[in-house]
């Protein structure tokens, strides 16, 4: 089993509807982080928490909010969707002591119509 | 303020063939560096980390970088491409902490048989 699991995988949705994606992990780590990816663009940082009580927003955090439910479990949501939000998500985690040394999840395909 | 500067979008070789992807950095601080590889509908997978060590820094699958201060470069070289290296590879500069990471916009290398 993978160590960071994202579910969906693929999702399509439409303009206007809330989605939420799911991230959970096995690895133990405090850190946790959303990112997303666009082709040309490289990684963006939407949201990040170092432990459950901490929530941080990134470099993109308009229209999306988080939960860290659990040390395990943090999820991305998107109140409204619209089709700039449509994008390749993807969930990573890291120890405290080696910072950039990430773990990705395999990501979920959004497309918003 | 940290960017991170992959020279080449798109990069073609031949198999058995030296395999160079090119990123130059700025950074504020001394900087960490990463090269992450991602294969066609996967996460992002560390290959190699400099972090204020070694300037030549070996990474998995026969990969290596080497850090040049006075050219503000990591490059990310192999001797001899192998079909399994055709991915996505992204450059990423450290200011410190995860949420100062910086990605930069990908090099695709297509490996030619």
């Known amino acids: 089993d993978a160590d960071v699991t994202q579910t969906p995988r693929n999702r399509i949705t439409k303009t206007g509807k809330r989605i939420m994606l799911e991230c959970s992990q096995t690895?133990?780590?405090?850190?946790m982080y959303w990112y997303r990816q666009d082709p040309g663009l490289g990684l963006r940082l939407i949201y990040y928490?170092?432990?459950?009580?901490?929530?941080n927003k990134g470099e993109i955090s308009d229209g999306y909010s988080v939960s860290r439910q659990a040390q395990a479990k943090f999820s991305l949501s998107l109140e409204s969707a619209i089709p700039n939000q449509t994008a390749l998500y993807f969930c990573?985690?890291?120890?405290?002591?080696?910072?950039?040394?990430?773990?990705f999840g395999e990501g979920s395909r959004l497309t918003v119509l | 303020a940290q960017s991170v500067t992959q020279l080449d979008s798109h990069v073609s070789v031949s198999e058995g063939t030296p395999v160079l992807l090119r990123c130059n950095y700025s950074?504020?601080?001394?900087?960490?560096l990463f090269w992450y590889v991602q294969h066609p509908n996967k996460g992002l997978q560390l290959l190699l980390k400099?972090?204020?060590?070694?300037?030549l820094v070996k990474g998995i699958n026969g990969f290596e970088a080497e850090f040049k201060k006075s050219e503000t470069s990591f490059h990310l070289t192999k001797p001899s491409a192998h079909m399994s290296d055709a991915a996505e590879y992204f450059c990423v500069v450290s200011g410190g902490s995860a949420r100062q990471l910086t990605f930069g916009s990908g090099t695709q290398l297509t490996v030619l048989p």
């Open positions: 690895k133990g780590h405090d850190r």
């Open positions: 928490s170092f432990d459950v009580k901490d929530i």
């Open positions: 950074s504020s601080y001394s900087p960490s």
């Open positions: 990573a985690t890291s120890g405290t002591t080696r910072a950039g040394e990430l773990f």
């Open positions: 400099y972090t204020s060590a070694a300037t």
